[in-house]
């Protein structure tokens, strides 16, 4: 099932998108001959990671949280999001750049920072390091929603995983790990990290100890590890819970949210893209339609178009980029449904109301009530979708309900065609570039 590829083909992958930080990194085969060995040079890097690329849309594209009109569809350039859009079993990659390279290119500048760290034995370097594995740890988290299948323990040592590069020497031999070592991988930045990281840094936009245990709750939550996810999303609760209260927003701005409010963890955003642009991606209606009047989330999270078309303004960055951000809000609702999958399920009530309470008209919000484990989890998630839209983890709620069985098939009707993506298809591994799996050999995700 492994295969490996040479460093002229991973080489070929990456584009290093960081130039003019004081030369650090040269166009130079191997980036290690003229990377920094002095801690603030490193620390300079990570602190510019928006640089290196914003985190993938691919996903975003391929869940149901979105529609766009035949009109639009048809004058959309980018022949790779279309296929992406309609579930096609392989995906032409664009001619520039993709969700592969960009996230390739990240993790390897993330490696380079690792390297010198240990490489020149720079002191005081644990903040720094820190920083690096939860960054590094973050895109494989999110690649690994993209191109791979679901984390299913009876079947993670065989399903194929990511390339796990983690040494910046392009000499070095790459191939698929399982699913399972990619997890593994991710675990062991995030539990390293957290153990490195203060409880908060002097700025949100460098990963805190927070941030690296917020990531290592929604990594047991994909894993289906419910008892976990509870634990880390309240350790990170533990060292902050503050959060928006929705009625001292104004529903009538462009932009209810602020870049950075007191929710947000560690902010990131996505990459643009047409499918996902503010007046393009419309909202289905029975999304719409799930929120109660007096819920404050539908008038800040949504506006009509001249057609009455439901469009999102609710974006965590605080314009119409969209957010990958990692918030506060998700992480209540991380410990409401861990708490809910693993039986304690009043506990869980208690957590999801905590959060609802602040997206409520003042006095009109009624505590949710559950009477089995079953019915916490449906209200639980229910919540969790109407609160998490656009915020990238739709795509990956959709692969772990399926493989428990919740039997969810989404379609789009597109000039005419209905697609149809059935539960648990292995299209919910998005196919890689075919220029990669033609460069490097490695081999393609099953259809």
Known sequence: MKKYFTATAFAALMVIPLMGCRDFLSEKSDSRLSIPDQLEDNQAIVDRYFLLGQYPNSAEISADDIWVSDADFNTFPNESEKRLYTWKPDYVSLAVSSDWQTTYSKINIYNNVLFNLEHYQIPQAENVRGQALVLRAAAYLEAAQIWCLAYNPATAAKDLGLPIRLDPDMNIPSFRSSVEQTYRQILSDLLTAAELLPNDQIAVSRPSKRTALGLLARTYLFMGEYQKAAQYASAALAIKNELLNFNALNPGSTNPFLP?????????????????????????????DSYENNDLRKQMYFRLDASQNVLFKGNFSGGTARSASLATDELYLTAAEGHAASGNYTEAMVFLNALLINRWKTGTFIPFTATDAQSALQIIRKERRKEMLFRGVRWADLKRY??????????????????????????????????????TGMPQNPR
């Open 260 to 288: 950075i409010h007191t929710e947000i963890i560690f902010p990131l955003s996505r990459v643009n893209s047409p499918f996902l642009a503010a007046t393009k991606a419309k909202i289905p209606q029975s999304i719409y």
């Open 402 to 439: 399926n493989r428990e069985g919740a039997g969810i098939t989404i379609s789009r009707i597109v000039n005419g065609t209905t697609f149809v993506l059935p539960p648990n298809d292995l299209r919910y591994a998005v196919a890689l570039p075919e220029d990669i799996i033609q460069m």
